[in-house]
């Protein structure tokens, strides 16, 4: 990948996330402690700060520099989650990715996430997007439909019972509420997808 398009997929991300970090923080006063959106903003917007940098390393190198980025400025639990997910992305990703290089990079990114928020699909966390994404990229889906796919998995965690994280302490009263780590994902799923495909 050109550093122009990493550049131009870092400065998506940073743009969805500040966009809609007053969203993301609402959603976290519901059912958190309600920084999710202040916590995503300052960690993307770090990145932002040395896309250059990080856009001149090769794709594996510049996935990792970008989840360190992460670990180091967003706090909370997002901040190692997050920052999980893109350091094992270039851990298995090569330089030039085709889709099912790409599919299985995120299969064990995924892996990695739920070992570190010793979590799985269903308890209504980041993983309940990450997972539908998953498949629906091995499955040949379009940029557009796996956007799609994204959303609708977020929405999906509005019904669901938490049953990790700050919100599991709510019970029954966090359903009703879509789970903020889900619909960051979501976003940055989305952003992704249509610089991709305005290639």
Do not use: Y
């Amino acid at each position: 990948m050109a550093a122009s398009d990493f550049s131009r997929l870092i400065a998506a991300a940073a743009d969805t996330i500040a966009g809609h970090a007053d969203e993301l923080t609402a959603l976290d006063q519901a059912i958190g402690d309600g920084d999710h959106g202040l916590n995503m903003k300052r960690g993307f917007e770090a990145v932002r700060a040395d896309a250059d940098a990080i856009s001149a390393k090769p794709l594996p190198e510049a996935l990792k520099a970008v989840g360190t980025k992460l670990v180091m400025t967003v706090g909370g639990a997002s901040g190692p989650l997050f920052g999980t997910l893109f350091m094992a992305l270039g851990k298995d990703l090569s330089a030039a990715p085709d889709r099912d290089g790409l599919a299985a990079a995120l299969g064990k990114a995924i892996e990695a996430v739920a070992a570190r928020g010793k979590s799985q699909t269903g308890q209504k966390t980041m993983l309940d997007v990450l997972q539908p994404v998953q498949e629906a990229l091995a499955q040949g889906g379009t940029a557009k439909e796996i956007a799609e796919v994204a959303d609708k998995a977020a929405d999906a965690t509005i019904a669901m019972k938490a049953l990790r994280g700050r919100a599991s302490f709510l019970g029954e009263r966090s359903i009703g509420h879509m789970d903020p780590g889900a619909r960051s994902t979501a976003l940055l799923v989305r952003a992704i997808a249509e610089t991709i495909e305005g290639s």
